[in-house]
């Protein structure tokens, strides 16, 4: 008698067992999908971190080598580095990491950053990493729009208050905006007027800028009480400014 005949045999002797376990596999086979991660764009990129630095006004070849090789030499020995590219360009320099399979995201970018805060920039550099996503992260896009307010109101909407949202959002990594305009004061200097006062474009500027702070002053004793002493200072409006 052969294996399959005899496992034909006890199958059909044994329908009660055989029926037991096939309800049992469907009930686990039902929680496991109902539990099963389904996204509409999976990761299926390797772990990428980008190490972002600009220095304005620098050549390629002084971002190069004051920048993209010091930051490359000091994230060269993180755990579960797979390989890394690097681009220089004049004022920006974008050193790209790739992580194997098995890496944690959590602790490579904790890793990525701490390496990172060891680089010695120059004077002028801003550094930051790319966002806790890859390249098939972005999932929705929206647009911010009303027929009675303008682009300058829509812009503060979506930069304070949409923003604010979508980032407190479980598994929403960052938030992209693009479009609308930013409220700004802007100051039309007239050469003719400054020369014929003597004031220079950098005392103007400096004067803005002392003008536009802040500033505590302590506590004032009134008995029992306090009361808190500060100068307040900031620019609110266009008489403000004149």
Known sequence: MSIFTSFIRGVVEKRALVIFASIVLLGLGMLSLSKLPIQPYPGVAPLTIQAISQWPGRSTTEVEQQVTIPVENALAGIPGLQAF??????GLSVVT???????????????FLANLANVAFPPGVTSSISPDSDATGE???????SEYATSTLLKTLQNYEVYKELKQTPGVADVSSFGGKVRQYQVIVSPESLQA???SVNQLVTALTNANS??????????EQQFVVRDVGLLKNIDDIK
């Open 214 to 223: 802040n500033a505590g002053g302590g506590l004032l004793p009134s008995g």
């Open 97 to 111: 990491l790739k992580f194997n399979d098995t890496a944690d995201p959590f602790k490579a970018r904790q890793t």
């Open 197 to 199: 006062k003597g004031i």
């Open 139 to 145: 999932i929705m896009r929206y647009e911010v729009r």
């Open 85 to 90: 590219r690097s681009v220089s360009l004049f």
